[in-house]
């Protein structure tokens, strides 16, 4: 089993979910006693989310490639950045390590082209969303062409985050902003819907909607577990 290093606290509560999918995973494949040998470094999210205010970029990928080269001296073999918005910085962070970034835009784009879509709706941060590096890794990577919600609808889903899902406050009223949000997106033509922030899975789940959903958080771990066991499996009584 290789060890997973976990880049968290952004926020806790998605990093929370992170480490208890991972070592769901890992137990489903190897049962026994078996949990993940996983390290993390739990960021102070309120200084980062001010440097993503500032749209610090700069910034910020000096401070997680000060984390990930900490993890990589603990003796991580890969690096998970539990947050999509911060991926607008991963290529930097991954030139200056030596272990592998498992890039959750790549996971996506994978797994979406593996059920044959080509066009998909993107809910998560408004960096996310109005940033074009998500889209664009999406479509030069995988051909894949990404749908966003309206402006007002933007602003909606980043007060959800902001001042609800980011604290642990999940309300059906919110849930019921995002399946009407991903409707409009599914009439537009999307084939799937991306819940590109690890704080969405929290609110919406597959069994919420009819809608295909990519649940970042939930690939993303998948990924990992790929990566530290491989071909391990088989499970011990």
Excluded at 164 to 183: A, C, N, P, T, Y
Excluded at 212 to 221: G, P, R, V
Aim: charged share 25%; hydrophobic share 40%.
């Amino acid at each position: 089993m290789k060890t997973i290093g976990l880049l968290g606290g952004l926020t806790w509560e998605s990093s929370a979910e992170y480490y208890r999918l991972i070592n769901e995973m890992v137990f489903e494949r190897l049962g026994g006693r078996h949990s993940a040998e996983m390290i993390m470094a739990s960021l102070d999210f309120d200084p980062v989310n001010e440097l993503m205010k500032e749209q610090n970029w700069d910034g910020l990928a000096e401070i997680l490639t000060e984390k990930a080269l900490a993890l990589q001296a603990c003796g991580a073999e890969c690096l998970l950045i539990a947050c999509n918005t911060l991926h607008n910085v991963a290529d930097r962070v991954a030139e200056r390590i030596d272990i592998e970034l498992i890039n959750v835009i790549d996971v996506i784009g994978a797994e979406i082209r593996g059920k044959n879509m080509k066009c998909a709706g993107l809910v998560g941060s408004t960096y996310t969303m109005k940033m074009d590096f998500y889209r664009k890794r999406l479509k030069e990577k995988f051909d894949i062409q990404t749908l966003i919600p309206e402006e007002r609808d933007m602003e909606l889903i980043m007060e959800i985050i902001e001042n609800e899902l980011g604290k642990g406050e999940i309300k059906d009223s919110s849930r019921h902003q995002f399946l009407r949000v991903m409707g409009q997106m599914a009439e537009a033509g999307a084939e799937g819907i991306i819940l590109g922030c690890t704080e969405i899975p929290l609110l919406v789940k597959q069994p919420d909607t009819e809608f295909q959903l990519f649940d970042s958080t939930f690939l993303h771990s998948a990924a990992a577990v790929e990566f530290s066991l491989g071909s391990e499996g088989g499970k011990e009584r």
